[in-house]
């Protein structure tokens, strides 16, 4: 753990970690190909991935394609794409297209509703108020999601959120000391700025006697 010099006398001179997080982020993000292509350990397949929901953005809030009519379209290519793949495979020495290779594996069904009931899961723990701050963070964060959503459009907001899933893992793990240190400072800036606002405003407040309660 990097430490800095000590920005005052009354706060220590070691920098935390960002959300006090202990563990690496690649086991934070699951310790799979997920956290692989979010951190760029893959790099060729987390460029194709920007670079295809860069061109669905574009399709769609660019050139104002209909989701409809590009989904047919593609669907025409590829019937035509697997009707000459396997035409062709009668003529020349290829081989002919795999049912199995077009069809999904119930091990990835299996793992896409796991991780969905995972989701849901802690939704639900959240939601029981059992951590006060989570629970208002979480209505906070969905709230400002819901106003932002009222100027940008659905697919903006979507991009810009594949966007920071992309960018924004990668770009902490390299910089993390430098993070951490920010994110440090920041934090003792606020617990200052408050302790100064609670001690000439707050407490300066008028407040009634307090009454005792009487026990029978």
């Known amino acids: 753990m990097p430490i800095y010099a000590s920005d005052s006398d009354d706060q220590p001179a070691t920098t935390t ?15 799979g190909k997920v956290a692989d292509i979010l951190l760029w ?17 574009f399709l769609f809030e660019v050139v104002e394609y209909n989701f409809v009519s590009l989904l047919c379209h593609i669907s025409i290519i590829f019937m ?3 009707f000459v793949w396997y035409t062709g495979a009668g003529f020349a020495n290829w081989n002919p297209p795999n049912v199995c290779d077009f069809t999904i594996p119930e091990s990835s069904v299996r793992w896409l509703f796991a991780k969905i009931n995972k989701f849901l899961l802690r939704f639900y723990d959240i939601s029981t ?12 964060l969905l709230w400002v999601v819901s106003v932002i959503g009222n100027y940008i459009s659905s697919i903006n907001l979507l991009y810009l ?5 992309e960018t924004l893992p990668f770009l902490y793990e390299k910089y993390e000391s430098e993070v951490d240190y920010l994110a440090s400072k920041g934090n003792r800036d606020a617990k200052k700025l408050y302790k ?8 300066k407040i008028p407040r009634g006697p307090v009454k005792e309660k009487k026990f029978r």
């Open 17 to 31: 970690r960002l959300f006090s997080r202990e563990r690496p982020m690649h086991a934070i993000l699951g310790g």
């Open 161 to 165: 959120g594949f966007l920071g899933l």
């Open 41 to 57: 350990k893959n790099k060729n397949l987390s460029a194709a991935l920007l670079i295809v929901f860069t061109v669905i953005w």
């Open 129 to 140: 108020g059992k951590d006060f701050s989570k629970f208002f963070m979480v209505i906070a």
């Open 80 to 82: 035509i794409s697997l």
């Open 196 to 203: 100064k606002f609670d001690a000439k405003v707050l407490n």
